[in-house]
């Protein structure tokens, strides 16, 4: 079953999650794919207690890069695991421009996160230059490299890669599905390089950037991905249920 992510970004709060919440589950076909909602830190808990049972997983956005301590305003990994968390997106180019983060510190997140039992989301893609470029394929070896050194073959069971081309988040525009089945060879062959060929088969790489209703079908068709990851489109319960319907299963 492919697996739907919704990534809220800074959007809802409490109230408002508590009513997208109670709309999209009386409304969503649970049994069209695996269904994880990632959600700004102050939902967590709400959407812990409305969802529990439901057989859709939470996620949270982000978790600081150090167990505990002197640091204000940040939120650990075993914080997210109490509020609920599931799962934590890692490595959002969001964070890695507007905050940013480096390699070394996502993987000082992914390694937390997965310590406190969080699996993981972890984003990578390249910019718009590197496109132009043509160097999509050494961005993404090496955003893969740093942020999984020192990780064992066995916790990529709990890592999703998420293939996030920057220049196609929220900006409307995709990849051409050739383009994006040529980032996910990429992927599993630096996987392939660096632990084996069982593990590049086994771990799971979905798609995000501008996935919407129109185009979720047809890239949903790529075999080789295991799912999507929806920002804008999933603000919506309804418009969010009908895209969870119109993707291939
Ligand atoms: P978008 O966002 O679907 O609005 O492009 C995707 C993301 O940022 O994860």
């Given at each position: 079953?492919?697996?739907?992510?919704?990534n809220f970004k800074m959007n809802k709060t409490n109230s408002e999650?508590?009513?997208?919440?109670?709309?999209?589950?009386?409304?969503?076909?649970?049994?069209?794919?695996?269904?994880?909602?990632?959600?700004?830190?102050?939902?967590?808990?709400?959407?812990?207690?409305?969802?529990?049972?439901?057989?859709?997983?939470?996620?949270?956005?982000?978790?600081?890069?150090?167990?505990?301590?002197?640091?204000?305003?940040?939120?650990?990994?075993?914080?997210?695991?109490?509020?609920?968390?599931?799962?934590?997106?890692?490595?959002?180019?969001?964070?890695?421009?507007?905050?940013?983060?480096?390699?070394?510190?996502?993987?000082?997140?992914?390694?937390?996160?997965?310590?406190?039992?969080?699996?993981?989301?972890?984003?990578?893609?390249?910019?718009?230059?590197?496109?132009?470029?043509?160097?999509?394929?050494e961005v993404l070896k090496t955003q893969l490299e740093d942020a999984?050194?020192?990780?064992?073959?066995?916790?990529?069971?709990?890592?999703?890669?998420?293939?996030?081309?920057?220049?196609?988040?929220?900006?409307?525009?995709?990849?051409?599905?050739?383009?994006?089945?040529?980032?996910?060879?990429?992927?599993?062959?630096?996987?392939?390089?660096?632990?084996?060929?069982?593990?590049?088969?086994?771990?799971?790489?979905?798609?995000?950037?501008?996935?919407?209703?129109?185009?979720?079908?047809?890239?949903?068709?790529?075999?080789?991905?295991?799912?999507?990851?929806?920002?804008?489109?999933?603000?919506?319960?309804?418009?969010?249920?009908?895209?969870?319907?119109?993707?291939?299963?």
């Open positions: 079953m492919k697996k739907i992510i919704g999650i508590k009513e997208y919440i109670m709309n999209f589950v009386s409304k969503v076909d649970k049994s069209r794919a695996e269904i994880i909602l990632c959600l700004p830190s102050t939902a967590l808990s709400t959407a812990k207690y409305l969802l529990d049972g439901s057989g859709i997983a939470i996620g949270a956005e982000n978790l600081c890069d150090e167990e505990g301590g002197k640091n204000t305003g940040e939120v650990s990994g075993e914080m997210l695991k109490d509020c609920g968390a599931e799962y934590v997106i890692i490595g959002h180019s969001e964070r890695r421009v507007k905050y940013r983060e480096n390699n070394r510190s996502i993987n000082k997140k992914i390694k937390i996160a997965l310590k406190n039992r969080i699996k993981v989301i972890f984003c990578i893609g390249e910019s718009l230059a590197e496109k132009n470029l043509m160097k999509t394929a999984l050194k020192g990780l064992y073959e066995n916790e990529l069971e709990n890592i999703v890669i998420a293939y996030e081309p920057v220049w196609a988040i929220g900006t409307g525009k995709i990849p051409m599905n050739k383009d994006i089945e040529d980032a996910v060879k990429t992927i599993r062959k630096v996987i392939a390089d660096d632990f084996s060929n069982k593990a590049a088969e086994k771990i799971e790489v979905v798609y995000g950037g501008s996935v919407d209703n129109k185009n979720c079908g047809s890239i949903s068709k790529i075999k080789s991905i295991n799912g999507l990851l929806v920002g804008g489109a999933c603000l919506d319960p309804i418009n969010f249920c009908q895209l969870i319907r119109d993707t291939k299963a």
